[in-house]
């Protein structure tokens, strides 16, 4: 696998990347297009079946399964259309599991892990980013990805229908003439 890494970084650099919900991110999608396109890279995207924050707890693997395909399925679809080589498959629900399993399949140069904000990820709660670190060789990339933001910033930008009017421009005031005094 070593060889095979090797190998690979002469034609681009080849990107694992895990994520969740934020899989659709934009946040993400720069980050993955800006650091394929740099290298000519090819990117496996691997979207963990779970859609609970207790994992241990979800009864319906298959709509697990399901959801993790559809999130796939659009977030390939937006970076192929962005010109970026990029396939996918749907992981084991243990995140760090899923990194190791792709990883037997999938010489990655590195790895970008996509989680929530602060106290939302679960991934970020059960120290993914550390463990993944420590456990794997390649160098681990964290990009967080704030979904909420991110449809508000949507939302401001949809805000105003109808023709936008050019910005209104302040009347220039006209430049008061000098007055010398003498002291």
């Not at 993400?28 to 924050?53: C, K, Q, S, Y």
């Not at 990883?103 to 990655?108: D, T």
């Amino acid at each position: 696998m070593a060889g095979e890494r090797r190998e690979a970084t002469v034609h681009g650099r080849r990107i694992l990347v895990i994520a969740n919900e934020t899989l659709i991110g934009t946040v993400l999608h720069e980050a993955i297009r800006f650091r394929a396109r740099n290298v000519g890279g090819e990117v496996l995207l691997v979207a963990p079946a779970l859609d609970t924050r207790m994992p241990e707890w979800t009864t319906d693997g298959e709509g697990a399964r399901g959801t993790a395909e559809q999130r796939l399925s659009r977030a390939l679809d937006r970076l192929r259309a962005a010109g970026i080589n990029a396939r996918g498959q749907i992981g084991d629900s243990d995140p760090l599991q899923a990194i190791a399993d792709a990883l037997g399949l999938f010489a990655a140069d590195e790895i970008i892990i996509a989680t929530h904000p602060g106290p939302r990820s679960n991934w970020l709660g059960h120290d993914l980013v550390a463990r993944a670190r420590v456990r794997f060789d390649q160098p681990v990339l964290h990009v967080v990805v704030d979904l909420e933001r991110q449809r508000e910033h949507a939302a401001d930008t949809t805000r105003h229908v109808g023709p936008r009017r050019p910005p209104r421009r302040p009347t220039p005031t006209p430049n008061p003439t000098p007055t010398l005094t003498a002291s």
